[in-house]
């Protein structure tokens, strides 16, 4: 799902996330509660980014 500035995510349970660039470069950590939480992406370019939890999983979304 494209985002433009802000990414939507929903989680279970409280974990820290990792946004890496297609480079394999972690470019943002953040801190997520239980529920739903905002990414702020407006800084990142334009591509493809993953994010990964704690846990090792991972999911990928494209920044417009």
Do not use: R, W
């Not at 974990?15 to 660039?21: A, E």
């Not at 801190?31 to 990964?52: E, M, R």
């Amino acid at each position: 799902n494209p985002a433009n500035s802000v990414l939507n995510i929903e989680v279970l349970e409280n974990t820290q996330i990792s946004v890496i660039d297609m480079l394999g470069k972690k470019i943002h950590i953040q801190n997520l509660q239980s529920g739903h939480n905002k990414i702020d992406v407006s800084s990142f370019g334009s591509g493809l980014y993953f994010i990964k939890n704690q846990n090792g999983e991972s999911l990928k979304f494209v920044k417009n």
